[in-house]
Nanobody, 122 residues
Framework: QVQLVESGGGLVQAGGSLRLSCAASGRAFSAYAMVWFRQARGKEREFVAGITQSGGNIRYAAFVKGRFTISRDNTKNTVYLQMNSLKPEDTAVYYC???????????????WGQGTQVTVSS
């Protein structure tokens, strides 16, 4: 089992930046591929970004490419999501999840954090 706790969300103006963190405890963090999903009110949860166990492969959703950067520090058991040039449509609860591989399919992940709210004002 791995436990995940997100932090770093908040209220920011359009064009601003936030850095989300997801701290893991429990089983070896480095054994997991890590991903970020988000869920806006009234919408389905969607894939944002993912990073493999070693950090050697990274995948982004088309709508964030060039604005968001996912990274991980296996010595700190933490995965990050640096979000720049934020837009009002980025407003959502952001979740991190741990799994075997990076996939956009939500049901592939058994381990989820509680989420952190990101609100971007226009």
């Amino acid at each position: 089992q791995v436990q995940l706790v997100e932090s770093g969300g908040g209220l920011v103006q359009a064009g601003g930046s936030l850095r989300l963190s997801c701290a893991a405890s429990g089983r070896a963090f480095s054994a997991y591929a890590m991903v970020w999903f988000r869920q806006a009110r009234g919408k389905e949860r969607e894939f944002v970004a993912g990073i493999t166990q070693s950090g050697g492969n990274i995948r982004y959703a088309a709508f964030v490419k060039g604005r968001f950067t996912i990274s991980r520090d296996n010595t700190k058991n933490t995965v990050y999501l640096q979000m720049n040039s934020l837009k009002p449509e980025d407003t959502a609860v952001y979740y991190c999840a741990a799994g075997v591989v990076v996939t956009t399919t939500m049901n592939e992940y058994r381990h989820w954090g509680q989420g952190t709210q990101v609100t971007v004002s226009s």
